[in-house]
């Protein structure tokens, strides 16, 4: 059995992904403390990667509209 850390305080079991809370009465957790304690380490949390942030024309596009259709809405031009 192998686990993996997370963003949350939640550990990711692999095998079957499932996600266990930081709770002594679940048995998973127990289970996974055990595991530790016979000295495996959990798989370091998976590092995400942002996507860019959008220049407003590319915003502005994916609403379906240019710089001189919003201009026009607001009277701008």
Do not use: C, H, S
């Not at 009465?25 to 380490?41: D, I, Q, S």
């Not at 998976?46 to 942030?53: H, K, N, Q, S, T």
């Amino acid at each position: 059995m192998t686990y993996q850390l997370t963003t949350t305080d939640l550990i990711r079991r692999i095998a079957d992904n499932a996600f266990i809370p930081p709770d002594l009465g679940n048995r998973a957790y127990v289970a996974y403390l055990e595991w530790v304690e016979a000295g495996n380490t959990p798989e370091p949390m998976p590092i995400v990667e942002l996507p860019a942030p959008l220049t407003t024309e590319q915003k502005l596009e994916a609403a379906g509209l240019t710089v001189a259709e919003l201009k026009a809405l607001f009277g701008l031009t």
